[in-house]
């Protein structure tokens, strides 16, 4: 085999036949192209990424479409979804300015969700924010609607002000204070926010992964099929297990994001 | 320099192979274990002291957590940034 395989199904590697385990790397994580326009390649986390924007704009779009007072089903779990997010959230972190922010917070934890299930739904079974530039371009978003608020609430100055400046400082550390702040506030926060994102859905994949392959490579017909059904048991346990991150890790991006809006929104920290 | 040289001889003259990064992974871990512990234990004795306030204790503690993790899982992003 030239190139390491992408899928499981297509190593057919059995301990005891000569082959070694085929470990899975990055390799997993690279798929064929559905399809290309031009050099445009058109790859599975795409169409998934496609889909799960279809999902979450269909549903809240079906579920409000025509409000209720007394709500139908639908539109009861939409609110159910909506209220989680505002009391929560919103009114909790910002307080009573955040209002105007709970589509915006509703919107980017049911779709980073929705992207992180797909790890565990059959046939799709791929987080689409283990691929970098997803949880790139959301950070991407939320870093600009924090500077936009802040350098829209305070100014240019008491913008630049609220991101870089601490009050009550002694004189000599007022250049390293400055700089860490900066570096704080500007680079490291979007860049962790991304980072923790991708980082949590990549490394709960490849434990999947990991256990599944297992299971597939030490299944012989054998006594040794017992640690092949051990594998799959752990394989088991890490996606319930992967329920629970999926969860909080959308939890975790929305409340880091109220947390940076209500930063820019407050006066001077 | 040379004492990192003297770990890579050290390594060869034993036999010893793998991964340096696996090991850095390690150590980076050991930080964020702790932290996370604390972040954990000392949210649950506040949830148990003070029922009342448990979702405000509950958000700061996911907060903390995610803040612990973070250095963590910069650990396990460094080895594919110099790699």
């Known amino acids: 085999m030239s190139t390491p395989a992408t899928l499981l ?27 290309s326009i031009g050099s445009f390649d058109f790859t599975k986390p795409m169409l ?18 025509k409000p209720k007072l007394v709500p139908g089903k639908l539109q009861l779990v939409g609110e159910i979804g909506y209220t989680f997010i505002s009391r929560s959230i919103a009114r909790d972190v910002i307080g009573k300015k955040g209002d105007k922010f709970v589509p915006f917070l509703t919107s980017i934890f049911f779709f980073v969700w929705i992207m992180n299930i797909m790890s565990i739904i059959p046939l799709a079974q791929f987080p689409v924010a283990s691929r970098f530039a997803y949880p790139v371009a959301l950070a991407l978003l939320v870093w600009l609607t924090y500077m936009y608020l802040t350098f829209k609430t305070h100014g240019f100055k008491g913008g630049v002000k609220n991101l870089v400046w601490m009050e009550g400082l002694p004189k000599p550390l007022i250049p390293l204070i400055v700089f860490l702040e900066f570096l704080q506030n500007v680079i490291t926060r979007p860049f962790t926010l991304a980072v923790r994102l991708w980082a949590n859905m990549f490394a709960g994949h490849m434990l999947i992964v990991m256990f599944s392959v297992a299971s597939w490579y030490l299944l012989t017909p054998s ?28 939890y975790i991006f929305t409340l880091l994001t109220s947390l940076y809006i209500s930063g820019a929104l407050e006066e001077g920290h | 320099m040379s004492a990192a040289l003297e770990t890579i001889n050290l390594a060869a003259s034993t036999g010893v192979k793998g991964n340096l990064g696996a090991v850095a992974y390690g150590l980076a871990a050991i930080g964020p274990g702790v932290g996370i512990g604390l972040v954990f234990g000392h949210s649950i004795e506040a949830m148990a002291r003070q029922p009342e306030a448990m979702p405000v204790i509950r958000q700061n503690m996911f907060l903390g957590f995610a803040l612990c993790e973070v250095l963590a899982l910069l650990g396990l992003v460094v080895p594919f940034i110099f790699s």
Do not use: D, Y
């Not at chain 1, 199904?9 to 085929?22: D, T, V």
């Not at chain 1, 999902?55 to 409000?64: D, N, Q, R, Y």
């Open chain 1, 9 to 35: 199904a297509e190593s057919g590697c059995h301990i005891n036949a000569n082959c070694a385990f085929p470990a899975p790397g990055l390799n997993s994580f690279n798929f064929k192209p559905i399809f």
């Open chain 1, 223 to 250: 006594i040794m099929s017992a640690f092949a059904g051990g594998s799959f048991v752990l394989a088991i346990g890490m996606t319930a297990f992967e329920i629970l991150i999926q969860f909080l890790q959308a």
């Open chain 1, 48 to 65: 998934l990424a496609v889909i799960c924007m279809l999902i979450v704009v269909g549903f809240f779009w079906a579920a409000f479409r």
